[in-house]
């Protein structure tokens, strides 16, 4: 689920696997996937190296002798960045690398065994292409399936893929796995906004957790596609998970597109909607966007992280203070997700929560 604002979400139509199509070694792509409307997608990346997302240390949040410089930290990320990179998370290299082995497995099938968790008309879930309302609609070059993981009633069996035949059990650790980086990072995000942390730790304890695995083929015009247009994530924040060490996820930050390059176990946090609400417009949700390579493959395991569908989002009471007024509404999840699934014609979706 991402920033990109669905039209006619009971109409999605099918369009080709780009899988596929890099398959069929073309020397062009299709003018589908031609970004014309778009500058170049290479000319706007950063040559600045120098310019790097920041690295927050999760032992350094929880120690008591290194707390208060790490949380100022991350308070600085947040605020500066919106999107930043996550060590020592504490979840296993194990948990990691076995998700990382299934998506691939999953992608490697065969187009046909693939189809058996195929979207079916006007659902997102399962495998396919996000969001595509009208024929003449710029294509990502991007695969994807997208599954719901928790709570676990949301589960959708006819679309949890049963091959690889060690999936489902990994994907049910790793979602379990992702809360726990969630709740505790919830904790330090609201220490470091100064708010109450226990109601938002247990609306993050049930929440929803939605996954997205993206595959990014190797494209013949990297220059002249996205892999995922640009866009902002909804939900309180995405945990995203680079599957290899070829970069592809880019941010825009001043005005310039920043490369996240991939670091081994780390995990990308990304602020979305929900956190810019709750923290009065402090925290940003930044926009984003995956950009392809000409010879190398790509994947990514999205975590995208609710707080439970009955919690109030809106700016936390804390924050509210003689000039510095509530900039949104409050709304709960559930209605939040109503407004963005139902959007008002021509009016960004985050206006409308605006007041
Ligand atoms: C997303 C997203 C970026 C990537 O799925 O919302 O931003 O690098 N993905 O795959
Ligand atoms: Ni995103």
């Not at 020397?27 to 778009?38: G, K, L, Q």
């Not at 709960?332 to 960004?348: A, I, M, R």
């Amino acid at each position: 689920m991402m920033g990109l604002e669905p039209k006619n979400l009971h109409s999605s139509i099918p369009v080709p696997s780009v899988q596929e199509l890099a398959s069929l070694q073309l020397e062009a792509v299709p003018s589908r996937y031609m970004r014309d409307d778009m500058e170049s997608i290479i000319s706007t990346v950063a040559s600045d190296n120098t310019l790097r997302v920041p690295l927050i240390d999760m032992t350094k949040l929880v120690d008591p002798e290194s707390q208060e410089t790490e949380l100022q930290k991350l308070h600085a990320a947040c605020k500066e960045w919106g999107i930043f990179q996550l060590i020592n998370h504490g979840v296993s290299d194990e948990s990691l690398r076995n998700m990382n082995k299934q998506t691939q497995e999953f992608f490697d099938l065969p187009s046909k065994e693939k189809q058996r968790w195929a979207q079916k008309p006007g659902s997102l879930e399962g495998y396919g292409q996000a969001f595509v309302t009208s024929e003449e609609q710029k294509l990502d070059w991007n695969d994807m399936i997208f599954l719901k993981a928790l709570p676990i009633e949301d589960r959708n069996p006819e679309i949890w893929p049963e091959n690889p035949p060690k999936f489902r059990e990994s994907l049910d650790r790793y979602s379990q796995d992702m809360r726990q980086i969630a709740v505790a990072l919830t904790r330090f995000m609201a220490m470091g906004l100064e708010i109450e942390t226990r109601e938002l730790c247990a609306a993050y304890e049930e929440g929803l957790y939605q996954i997205r695995m993206n595959y990014y083929p190797p494209c013949p015009q990297p220059e002249r596609v996205t892999g995922l247009t640009p866009h902002v994530d909804i939900p309180g924040f995405a945990l995203l998970l680079d599957c290899g060490d070829t970069p592809g996820l880019q941010v825009l930050k001043d005005g310039r597109w920043i490369f996240v390059e991939p670091l081994d176990g780390a995990v990308v946090v990304d602020m979305g909607r929900i956190t810019e609400i709750l923290s009065n417009g402090l925290y940003k949700a930044p926009e984003h966007r995956a950009v392809v390579s000409k010879s190398k493959e790509r994947r990514s395991i999205v975590t995208f992280c609710y707080p439970a569908l009955s919690f109030k989002v809106g700016p936390a009471m804390e924050l509210i203070k003689l000039g510095s007024p509530p900039l949104y509404k409050t709304v709960t999840v559930e209605e939040y997700l109503g407004c963005f699934f139902n959007p008002k014609p021509d009016v960004p979706f985050i206006d409308t929560m605006k007041i």
